[in-house]
């Protein structure tokens, strides 16, 4: 616990930024089952726009005004066949807006959060 | 640990620094429907500093923390004057201007060819620091209770001293308090500014944790919630509202098999336990039975 804090302490000291700045495309469609979306999230890198390959990414998604209330179990993404592009089931609770937060682990770190206004189908 | 019990803890510890903010209040013979407001301006501010201003967390948590404090003085001083639900509605006002206000608040800048800040409605992006720092989920998670357990042992100090029985006595009856020339008026205030510095620090660590706010996650939902976390784990101790927080989270996350109705099976259990228990878990009678009783084995 100690030397977590410490670790903890001496990177707030330290002055420069890592990493790298990803962006992402997402497009979610609704399957056959209510609430129930695939997503497919186009992951790039933010200043070149190069596609990003092998990233580990989960996606879990909250309502913004009811953050630790409404809240999607985060799962994993699986790359699709092109670079790049990763797909994910979203399981939902309602409908209605929803922040999706795209977790990347690698090859960077980073965390992507897109907002996605799920309606009922008429 | 996986990725979603890491973010489940961190949550129960930031939201334990709104539940403490209630608590004091609570304390202090105050309910407060508005401490999400000041969660929110720490959020704002303490984003504005590390990812617009390039400040260390640590002095961005700070100034959000002297924020908080200087808002919920302001707003003390006129809701003060106000007595029981009366002041009650108008810290619930009180918190819907500040959304408002962060709703209209824009100010951008380019960093490293992005736009960063507050957007309004839209919310505030690329609040990156922990992330740019290589700071890993389970070091902010420590890093977070870390904080709580130091919140819980300055609260543990106040109990023992003339302050802690002043602010219970204040609480409790303020006219006999007031006889006695304990200042209730100012006594009040101080600890609305505390509360409202503690709110910020949980504010402050939620945006850094999440990387993104927006006016909507500080509405009266999480206003509701942080009363009830003081209320469910009881006004005892200091301890009572992080009880409160393991349990509401605890319990929306093990309600899942009801999905989108848990709310409801959420809300109806959480009557029910206010119903058997109005003072919460841990009350004062429950605090008192269990230091009588740990007295009693000492001396024995």
Known sequence: MLRTLLAAALAALAAPALGQRLAADVDCKPTKHDLVYDCRIALTEAASRKPVAGADVSVGADMPSM??????????????????LYTARLELEMYGEWALKLNVRSPVRDVIVKKIDFRERP | MDEYALGVLTNVGLFSFLALSAYLLLVAGEM?????????????????????????????????????????????????????????????????????????????????????????????????????????????????????????????????????????????????????????????????????????????????????????????????????YALIGGLGTALGPLLGVALDIGLLESTRVFQGYRMIVFGGLVALLLIVRPRGLLDELTVNRVAAALRRRRTA
Do not use: C
């Open chain 1, 67 to 84: 953050p630790m209330a409404h809240n999607v179990r985060p799962v994993k993404a699986k790359p699709a066949k092109e670079p790049g």
């Open chain 2, 32 to 228: 407060s429907f508005g401490q999400q407001a000041f969660f929110g301006v720490g959020a704002y501010a303490a984003g504005i500093g590390t990812a617009m201003w390039g400040w260390p967390l640590p002095v961005a948590a700070l100034a959000a923390m002297a924020l908080g404090a200087a808002a919920a003085w302001l707003v003390g001083l006129p809701t003060l004057r106000l007595r029981g639900l009366y002041f009650a509605m108008a810290t619930l006002a009180a918190a819907e201007m500040f959304r408002i206000l962060f709703e209209l608040f824009h100010y951008q800048r380019t960093i490293d060819g992005e736009l960063v800040g507050p957007d309004g409605t839209q919310g505030f992006r690329g609040i990156r620091w922990v992330l740019e720092r290589g700071i890993e989920q389970e070091t902010f998670l420590a890093a977070v209770w870390a904080l709580v357990l130091l919140v819980l042992g300055a609260f543990a100090l106040v109990e023992r001293t003339r302050l802690g029985a002043t602010l219970r006595m204040v609480g409790e009856d303020p006219e006999l308090a007031a006889v006695l020339g304990v200042n209730v008026a100012r006594v009040k205030l101080g600890v609305a500014a505390a509360a409202g510095a503690l709110a910020a620090l949980g504010g402050a660590l939620y945006a850094h944790h999440n990387t993104y706010v927006e006016p909507r996650n500080f509405d009266i939902m999480l206003g509701v919630h942080s009363l009830a």
